[in-house]
Structure formats: C-alpha cells, structure tokens
C-alpha cells in the first residue's frame, strides 16, 4: 500500500512537473506528456481501488 502511494504520488509530480516545463517553454510535447502521465495514473489508481473494493465486498 505504501508503494502505491509513493508511485501515484510520483506520478504526479511528474506530471506537474511537465507541466511547468511547459508553461515555461510553450513545447506541446510536454503537455501530451503531462496528460499521458496524467491519464495512466488515474486509470491505475482507479483499478488498484476497484480491486479493494471488490475484495471487501467478497
């Protein structure tokens, strides 16, 4: 659990930080960046929270 948590938060920062580069530079590839990181980290965060969910309801 704790690995999860220090990885989504990583994520995150990753993702604010490329984000930042590109307030700083104007370069659209950081901000496909920021967004593809963006997406994967919450399509993750979602089904790592489906799985406790459906482990409590069993």
């Known amino acids: ?8 938060t990583l994520l995150l920062l990753a993702s604010a930080l490329s984000f930042a580069f590109y307030l700083g530079t104007g370069r659209p590839q950081y ?8 997406k994967w980290t919450l399509i993750a965060a ?12 069993a």
Do not use: E, P, S, Y
């Not at 901000?31 to 963006?38: A, F, N, P, S, T």
């Not at 979602?46 to 309801?57: Q, S, T, W």
């Open 1 to 8: 659990m704790l690995i999860f948590r220090w990885l989504a």
């Open 31 to 38: 901000k496909r960046l920021g967004i593809l990181i963006l």
């Open 46 to 57: 979602l089904a790592f929270f489906a799985v406790l969910f459906a482990g409590r309801i």
